[in-house]
């Protein structure tokens, strides 16, 4: 695994980390140690940087059960999503409580959602020792002119941006000032939006062709929605499958910091750890998968 430094932060994160939206959102019992299963090969796999939020049903729960006696190791960033102070310190309290930690080393205003008001809370507690450093995420491109207002306050360390294949509006608009200001970039659903626009593109182009590929691939993961002849291009480019493509596209521009792929499969959370070893994706292989996304 190779790591990055997470801008001012000074963090050294894995290229690869791991989202916990969804598949970390399970009733307690036998679910929860398959959770902890996919925090085991994360570890062994380098990965040690995980992110959850309060939003996400039991997955803080779930993910501090799952780092329990290991949470040195890891480096934790949860979110806060309250638009008012005491409702921020409230669920602020119940992320310690559920991640079963004393301090959290990222805490992210989730979506924007009332940042103004909650920013000076989430200062109380790095200047008490039990954040250590703050950032912001968003999803949609109508929040960027909100989100480069915060950023420009200078009082956040990380933004968490959406960036993926076919994705290019934070590229553009939102990473030259994370660099500017040293900011760390995280990017959250590299995997799910890039592979469902690619999916809708195949569709459109021949539904029948999509159809027999799809049935004929169908739970063998690999190169999913495109076509064989496309996928032996990438394979032939050493691309590894198209999450491992999709993936290293993203961490193809220098300013992201790490990605953030969220999965329920233990296979795949080593079939996405590996994206952060070997070579980086060729120039010819990123223009295939910019033309296939076309
Ligand atoms: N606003 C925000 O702050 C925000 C919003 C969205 C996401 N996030 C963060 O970003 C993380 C990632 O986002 P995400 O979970 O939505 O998207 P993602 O990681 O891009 O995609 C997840 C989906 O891809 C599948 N998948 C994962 N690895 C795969 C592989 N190797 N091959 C084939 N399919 C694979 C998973 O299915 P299986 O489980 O079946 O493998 C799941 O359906 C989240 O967990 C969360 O931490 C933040």
């Avoid at 924007?112 to 200047?127: I, S």
């Avoid at 291009?233 to 999709?246: D, F, I, P, S």
């Avoid at 193809?252 to 080593?270: H, K, W």
Wanted: proline share 6%; glycine share 10%; hydrophobic share 40%.
């Amino acid at each position: 695994m190779r790591y990055r430094t997470l801008g001012r932060t000074g963090l050294r994160v894995s290229e690869v980390g791991m989202g916990t939206l969804e598949a970390f959102d399970v009733p307690p019992g036998r679910q929860e140690d398959h959770c902890r299963l996919l925090v085991d090969v994360a570890l062994a796999r380098g990965c040690n940087f995980f992110d959850t939020a309060p939003a996400y049903g039991s997955s803080e729960r779930v993910l501090g059960l799952a780092l329990a006696g290991r949470r040195a190791g890891a480096i934790l960033a949860t979110k806060v999503r309250e638009t008012t102070a005491p409702a921020a310190r409230a669920s602020i309290e119940r992320s310690f409580e559920h991640l079963r930690t004393e301090a959290l080393d990222l805490l992210q205003v989730h979506n924007m959602a009332g940042w103004r008001e909650v920013l000076p809370v989430l200062e109380e507690y790095r200047e008490k020792g039990r954040v250590r450093f703050l950032g912001l995420t968003y999803y949609e491109r109508e929040s960027e002119p909100e989100v480069l207002a915060a950023m420009r306050t200078g009082r956040f360390d990380a933004v968490q941006v959406p960036c993926w294949l076919g994705e290019t509006s934070c590229r553009e608009r939102v990473l030259p000032l994370a660099g500017e200001l040293g900011l760390g970039v995280i990017a959250m659903r590299p995997i799910a939006r890039a592979w469902a626009a690619l999916a809708r593109r195949r569709r459109r182009s021949s539904p029948w062709a999509y159809l027999r590929y799809a049935l004929s691939r169908a739970g063998r993961g690999g190169f999913g929605p495109i076509g064989q002849k496309e996928a032996r291009a990438l394979e032939a480019q050493g691309a590894g499958t198209l999450a491992q493509a999709l993936i290293k596209y993203v961490l193809a521009d220098p300013r992201v910091s790490a990605v953030i792929p969220a999965t329920g499969r233990p296979e795949r959370v080593a079939e996405n750890a590996a994206a952060g070893e070997g070579d980086p994706l060729p120039p010819e292989v990123i223009r295939e998968l910019e033309r296939l996304i076309g």
